[in-house]
């Protein structure tokens, strides 16, 4: 698995934008870090294992 990188949501951003910025799925974002939903706040960091940068 690559570098683990702490993404800060931006406004406007979801999980699925956030997703593939990094080149990962919404499902995986959602297992690293706990998220029940989809549900996103502005300022919200995010723990994403990115495939590419």
């Known amino acids: 698995m690559n570098e683990r990188t702490v993404h800060r949501v931006k406004s406007g951003e979801t999980l699925g934008h956030i ?11 959602k ?18 294992y990115p495939r590419r940068l």
């Open 19 to 29: 997703a593939g910025k990094y080149g990962v799925r919404v499902s995986e974002i």
């Open 31 to 48: 297992r690293w870090n706990g998220l029940k939903s989809d549900m996103i706040r502005v300022g919200q960091r995010i723990v994403v």
